[in-house]
C-alpha cells in the first residue's frame, strides 16, 4: 500500500466495518479515478461527445459525468480553457445532481471553493434563477470566483461571508441549498496522500462544531418546502449519520429524502448511531427508530464499492410550508428572532475594504450614469443579444446581477453577478467574463480558431496573430475593426481586438497557457 494511513483510523474503520475491512482496506491499492463534468451552459451531451478528444465512460450518478483516463491530462487542452468540462473527482458529482436543481430555483451553495458543484448547479439552472455561492476563506474565494467566469456562469453571486450573515441578509429565501461541509477528509486518502497526514489536525471534534452550526444555520435560509443536501468526504459516522439524526431531532419538520440505489450509492448505516452511544463526539439523545430508519435512507459512496472517493450524503427536505412565512423572504431585513442585535449587527455588517476592493468599490472612476452609458454603447456596437441581470456599477466596473443591490448590503461581495466590464478614461473595456460566457451567435464580430493548426493554443498563450480580413465574421454589415469574439471550434475562449490584418490578444496573463 503507498498511501500510509493513521493507525487510529485503521482501528476504527475495522471496528466499523468488521468482515467489510479488508477488502475497503484493498482499495487503496487500486488506481485513483478521474472525472471530467460536461459544462452544459457552453455544450449540450450530444455535442460534446461527437467532440470529445477523450474515450468517455458514464458516471452512474452524474448524467453529464464521465471518467476519463487520467494520463490524458484533459486540463492540457483548449475545450478545457474554453470551459467546455469540469474536471471533477467522481463521487464529487453526486451531491449537486441529488439536490434536484429546477431552472428558476434560488440556490445557495454555501460551502463552494474551488466551485465544482456550484458551477454543475449553474449548468442545472440554464442561465435561470439565481445562483448565490460562498467560501468563508478569502483566499479560496479567488479560484471560486475564477471557475464561476471560466464556465460561462451568468446567474451567479459570489460571497466570502459567515453562514449567519448570509442568513440574515437571506431569510427563507433559497429553494436549495447545498452543504459540502468541512470535515475530516477520510475519504479522500486514497486521492491526495496529504489530508491522511494532517488528519489530526483536521480533528472529527471541531468538524462536528461546525457542521452543527451550518446545518442549523441554512435551515433559517431555506424557503418553506425546500431541499438541503448535505455530504461530505469522509467516513466518521460522527459527521455523518449522527450529524443528520441530531439535525431531525432538533428539526422535526425536516425528513430524509432517500437517495436512489440505482446508482451504486449504499444506504447510510443507522446501526453506527449505537455504536457511537457512549463515545465522545456520539449523540447525547437516544435516537427513535423512525429517525433510524430515516438515516438509512442516506447515501455512502464507498471506494470498494464504485469507482470514486468516499462522500457521504443526505437530502433533507422540509415536510410542509411553515405557517406566515412567504414562499421567499425579501432582502435583507433580519429575521425576527435576531431583530434586538440589529445595531450590533449594522456596525459589524459594513464592507471591509478588501471586500469593497474586490468589487472594485474604492477605486475612483466615473459616475454611474457615465459608466452605464459606456456599456450600453458598448452593447449596442458589440453585442446581438438582450443580456438578463440587473447593471450593478462598483466605481468604474458594471455587474449583472441576478438580486437586486439593496440584498447584498453588508455583506463582502466578491463579485455581485457576471462581471460585463470596466470604464477608464471615458472608455469601456469588456470583461474576460463577459467573452467567457457569450454565445457566437451574440456577438458582432467572430474569429474561430481550430484545435488542429495550433492557433487556438498560440491564442491562449497570449500571442498576437496575423488574420485576414476575411476570417473574422461579422453581422449586420459591421466592419471587421474592433472587439472580436475568438472561439476555438465555435465556443468562445476570450476577447481580440483585430485591426490592419492583426489579432491584438486580450486574453488575460493569469489565465494563459502554460
Given at each position: ?224 418546502g425546500g431541499r438541503i443536501v448535505y455530504s461530505t468526504c469522509t467516513f466518521a459516522p460522527e459527521e455523518n449519520e449522527a450529524m443528520i439524526a441530531e439535525f431531525l431531532l432538533g428539526n422535526p419538520d425536516f425528513e430524509v429524502v432517500p437517495v436512489p440505489r440505482d ?115 458598448f452593447a449596442v456596437e458589440h453585442l446581438r443579444a438582450e443580456l438578463s441581470g440587473t447593471p450593478l456599477t462598483f466605481g468604474g466596473n458594471v455587474y449583472l446581477s441576478p438580486v437586486a443591490k439593496e440584498q447584498l448590503d453588508g455583506l463582502k461581495v466578491v463579485r ?99
Amino acid at each position: 500500500m503507498t498511501v500510509q494511513l493513521p493507525s487510529v483510523f485503521l482501528d476504527r474503520m475495522q471496528e466499523l466495518l468488521g468482515d467489510e475491512f479488508e477488502v475497503f482496506l484493498s482499495s487503496y491499492d487500486d488506481p485513483k479515478h478521474a472525472g471530467i463534468r460536461v459544462n452544459t451552459l457552453k455544450i449540450n451531451l450530444d455535442s460534446f461527445l461527437k467532440l470529445s478528444p477523450f474515450a468517455l465512460r458514464p458516471i452512474p450518478w452524474c448524467k453529464a459525468g464521465f471518467y476519463v483516463d487520467e494520463r490524458v491530462k484533459p486540463g492540457k487542452h483548449p475545450y478545457y480553457h474554453a470551459g467546455l468540462y469540469y474536471i471533477q473527482e467522481p463521487s464529487a458529482m453526486a451531491p449537486a445532481e441529488l439536490l434536484n436543481v429546477s431552472e428558476g430555483d434560488r440556490v445557495l451553495d454555501l460551502c463552494a471553493a474551488p466551485g465544482g458543484k456550484s458551477t454543475q448547479i449553474a449548468a442545472l439552472l440554464n442561465g435561470t434563477g439565481t445562483l448565490v455561492t460562498n467560501d468563508i476563506h478569502a483566499e479560496r474565494t479567488k479560484a471560486l470566483a475564477k471557475n464561476i467566469e471560466l464556465y460561462g456562469v451568468r446567474n451567479a453571486v459570489v460571497l466570502n461571508e459567515s453562514p449567519e450573515r448570509i442568513a440574515r441578509a437571506f431569510p427563507h429565501y433559497f429553494d436549495k441549498i447545498l452543504i459540502d461541509a468541512p470535515c475530516s477528509g477520510e475519504g479522500m486518502f486514497r486521492k491526495d496522500e496529504d489530508m491522511a497526514r494532517q488528519w489530526e489536525r483536521h480533528s472529527i471534534e471541531k468538524c462536528t462544531v461546525m457542521q452543527r452550526d451550518i446545518l442549523n444555520t441554512a435551515a433559517a435560509m431555506l424557503a418553506p418546502g425546500g431541499r438541503i443536501v448535505y455530504s461530505t468526504c469522509t467516513f466518521a459516522p460522527e459527521e455523518n449519520e449522527a450529524m443528520i439524526a441530531e439535525f431531525l431531532l432538533g428539526n422535526p419538520d425536516f425528513e430524509v429524502v432517500p437517495v436512489p440505489r440505482d446508482t451504486g450509492i449504499s444506504p447510510g448505516r443507522p446501526e453506527w448511531l449505537d455504536w457511537l452511544s457512549g463515545k465522545n463526539g456520539g449523540i447525547k439523545a437516544s435516537v427513535p427508530e423512525e429517525i433510524k430508519a430515516q438515516i438509512a435512507g442516506c447515501g455512502r459512496l464507498w471506494p470498494h464499492q464504485v469507482e470514486g472517493e468516499g462522500h457521504f450524503v443526505a437530502v433533507l427536505e422540509q415536510k410542509s410550508e411553515q405557517a406566515g412565512l412567504p414562499a421567499h423572504s425579501a432582502g435583507p431585513e433580519l429575521i425576527a428572532s435576531e431583530r434586538d442585535g440589529r445595531l450590533r449587527d449594522r456596525a459589524a455588517a459594513r464592507p471591509s475594504q478588501r471586500s469593497r476592493q474586490a468589487a472594485g468599490a474604492d477605486k475612483k472612476g466615473p459616475g454611474e450614469r457615465e459608466t452605464l452609458d459606456s456599456w450600453r454603447a458598448f452593447a449596442v456596437e458589440h453585442l446581438r443579444a438582450e443580456l438578463s441581470g440587473t447593471p450593478l456599477t462598483f466605481g468604474g466596473n458594471v455587474y449583472l446581477s441576478p438580486v437586486a443591490k439593496e440584498q447584498l448590503d453588508g455583506l463582502k461581495v466578491v463579485r455581485p453577478g457576471w462581471y460585463v466590464g470596466t470604464v477608464k478614461n471615458g472608455r469601456f473595456t469588456p470583461g474576460h467574463p463577459l467573452a467567457t460566457a457569450l454565445a457566437p451567435s451574440e456577438a458582432a464580430r467572430t474569429l474561430d480558431l481550430s484545435v488542429d493548426d495550433g492557433e487556438a493554443v498560440r491564442y491562449l498563450k497570449g500571442e498576437t496573430l496575423e488574420i485576414e480580413p476575411s476570417r473574422v465574421h461579422t453581422r449586420d454589415g459591421v466592419n471587421p475593426k474592433g472587439y472580436v469574439l475568438v472561439t476555438v471550434d465555435g465556443y468562445s475562449l476570450g476577447w481580440g481586438k483585430w485591426q490592419n490584418g492583426l489579432l491584438k490578444n486580450e486574453y488575460p496573463a493569469g489565465w494563459r497557457w502554460t
